[in-house]
């Protein structure tokens, strides 16, 4: 419990850091803000159209009497907008943070300078940068759509489906939402995804308290765009923990001899 809530305390230290630094507070807005109308043009769109798609998707039904081809359907369309904000919650994400990758670079490099010690740098050109950013968020992407698919489908199962599968879906895309944050500092120190990966999984619990009320708050309109940029700062502050080397401890004494006579 006690790496919950660290998780959860660098959440909020990153969101007091980009508060007490208006300007970079402002700097990170700007991708957010322009992710955050095409996507809610795409949720829109869902909404309107999710009735046609179910219903084109089950011809089966329209023979059905009432009230069971209303509640298939209903409850597929239910289903349907839930898988898309579970995957807008993700490649929200991913997308704002390619779109924004130099003003998140940057805002990640001054946490690192504001907290002290060694300010990591890639060296690498930006298109570089840009292409290692896209294809790692392409991996990760094809990982939580196969996450959704398998909760979509156990979203049939009665109680189970209403009840522990949100709860599993929130847990998934807070997961992985981590991952795509600290991204951005981890990759500053030559991480590869694999590597990243298996750093984040010593410190699931730590991960989860990060990325669990972020991806819930992510949720409420406009909220992620303001969140953003203490996002990136907090997955920085996440990203120096998670990589800080052990303090050496004192050298162990010689082992005492034993004299004979």
């Not at 939402?177 to 410190?203: F, H, I, S, Y």
Request: glycine share 12%.
């Amino acid at each position: 419990m006690s790496d919950l809530g660290a998780g959860f305390g660098y959440l909020i230290k990153g969101q007091r850091w980009v508060l007490g630094h208006g300007r970079w507070f402002g700097f990170g807005l700007l991708p957010g803000l322009i992710t955050l109308v095409l996507y809610t043009g795409a949720l829109v769109g869902l909404g309107y159209g999710a009735d046609d798609l179910v219903a084109w998707a089950t011809p089966f039904a329209d023979d059905w009497s009432s009230p069971w081809v209303g509640l298939l359907r209903n409850t597929l369309v239910v289903l349907v907008f839930v898988l898309g904000l579970f995957l807008a919650v993700i490649t929200f994400t991913a997308v704002t943070l390619l779109a924004g990758q130099p003003f998140y670079e940057s805002l990640s490099e001054e946490v690192d300078r504001s907290e002290g010690g060694e300010v990591p740098g890639s060296g690498l050109p930006l298109w570089r940068e840009l292409w290692i950013s896209a294809r790692d968020s392409v991996r990760i992407l094809v990982r939580v759509a196969l996450y959704g698919v398998l909760l979509f489908a156990l979203g049939f199962v009665p109680v189970v489906g209403q009840t522990v599968v949100p709860a599993l879906g929130f847990c998934v895309s807070g997961y992985f939402l981590c991952e795509e944050l600290t991204a951005v500092a981890l990759q500053r120190r030559g991480m590869a995804l694999k590597d990243r990966l298996v750093l984040l999984r010593g410190r699931r619990a730590a991960v989860l308290g990060f990325g669990v009320p972020l991806a819930l708050a992510f949720l409420v309109p406009f909220v992620a765009v303001f969140l953003m940029p203490g996002a990136v700062a907090g997955a920085t502050l996440l990203a120096r923990d998670l990589t800080a080397q052990p303090e050496a401890g004192p050298e162990p004494a010689p082992p005492h001899t034993l004299r004979k006579g």
